[in-house]
């Protein structure tokens, strides 16, 4: 994704929302996978229609409302989960129930809605590592949404013309075969890559680093000087770092990550005002950025970053000018996030 792409998303842009659900679709193996497992063996267009029908509404019912009200899921764990969905969907397409359990398999229609519940969960934690618009959030998620079903529609669209013309061939009941093991397999080791993905990254992610300083602060005096700040921006948390500078005071700097993109908010606030208002010089998502101030008022002034990701994220910090070192920044835990509007001094 462009930084032309991120800025937009960050502005609201909705039609870009709808890009990037029906790519993501297009590009999620295995939604797609589960979804080539539900329409192998139908070739009625109402049966068609009716299961994938309730896939759509399973997922977009939980893709709407985690996002919505912010649920976090693991991101490791819910994508094994739905690995283990499309090994589900191959093996019930098999018959592996009686073939293999001896028992009558569950009512497809109702393991489709729930694991279609699974997936949007998994579609949720794409969209809420971007940058969402706080004034039109829900447009933003339906946007989203409804890329993600013409996504959906085009990709079916292509499988059922597939299978359709391969179903005419003496060879298709060997290749259906083929084709629902292979599924097997490949939700097995999916879920065996998520699995060891989460038990080295998944619980670190939920840890939450405090910020540090790389060099003691030298003076609190407002006058020329530099400094070098670690700040460490805890998984689906955030931080904001602050310096005080005088109406007209210069600042030079430039930060970066230690490989993650983060959201960030470059703004300032008036001394001694009471209204909550401040002032943002620029924002976007970045790993890397450099630049001056001039400050326009005198108060704090700083950045508020946002990491999206499930491991901590590390910024450094290298500034130069006439300023004040508040004190050492304290990460926001996650259930502490506030909107990016309030902005509490460190």
Not at 136 to 148: E, H, K, W
Not at 156 to 185: D, E, G, Q, T
Not at 298 to 311: A, D, I
Request: hydrophobic fraction near 45%; proline fraction near 4%.
């Amino acid at each position: 994704m462009s930084e032309a792409d991120k800025q937009a998303i960050i502005d609201g842009g909705n039609l870009l929302y709808m890009w990037i659900g029906a790519t993501h679709m297009l590009s999620g193996y295995d939604h797609l996978a589960f979804v080539f497992g539900i329409i192998f063996f139908l070739s009625n267009f109402r049966d068609i229609v009716k299961y994938v029908s309730a896939f759509t509404i399973g997922h977009s019912i939980t893709l709407i409302y985690a996002t919505f009200n912010g649920v976090q899921l693991n991101y490791f764990l819910i994508d094994a989960v739905i690995a283990l969905s499309v090994c589900y969907i191959a093996f019930a397409n098999i018959d592996g129930f009686r073939k293999y359990l001896n028992i009558n398999p569950p009512n497809m229609m109702l393991m489709i809605v729930g694991l279609g519940l699974i997936h949007g969960f998994g579609l949720s934690t794409r969209l809420q590592e971007l940058p969402l618009s706080e004034d039109s959030l829900l447009l933003n998620i339906i946007s989203f949404n409804v890329g993600i079903e013409f996504g959906q529609i085009t990709a079916l669209a292509v499988m059922l013309l597939l299978i359709a013309a391969w179903r005419k061939r003496h060879s298709f009941k060997a290749f259906s075969l083929i084709a629902n093991y292979s599924l097997i397999i490949a939700g097995g080791l999916l879920f065996l890559m998520q699995m060891h993905d989460f038990s080295h990254d998944g619980e670190k992610g939920n840890v939450a680093v405090a910020a540090e300083l790389t060099q003691p602060i030298k003076s609190n005096q407002m006058n020329a000087k530099q400094d070098t700040i670690t700040v460490t921006v805890p998984a689906r948390g955030d931080v904001e770092y602050k310096l005080i500078l005088t109406k007209g005071a210069s600042l030079q700097y430039s930060w970066k990550t230690d490989g993650a993109e983060l959201f960030f908010d470059f703004h300032g606030e008036p001394k001694g005002d009471e209204t909550g208002y401040f002032e943002s010089y620029s924002k976007s998502t970045e790993s890397v950025l450099s630049g001056s101030l001039v400050a326009p008022f005198e108060g704090t002034h700083g950045w508020y970053w946002k990491n999206n990701t499930q491991s901590p994220v590390r910024v450094v910090l290298e500034i130069k000018g006439a300023y004040q070192l508040k004190q050492k920044p304290m990460p926001i835990l996650p259930e502490e996030i506030p909107a990016p509007k309030v902005h509490d001094s460190l």
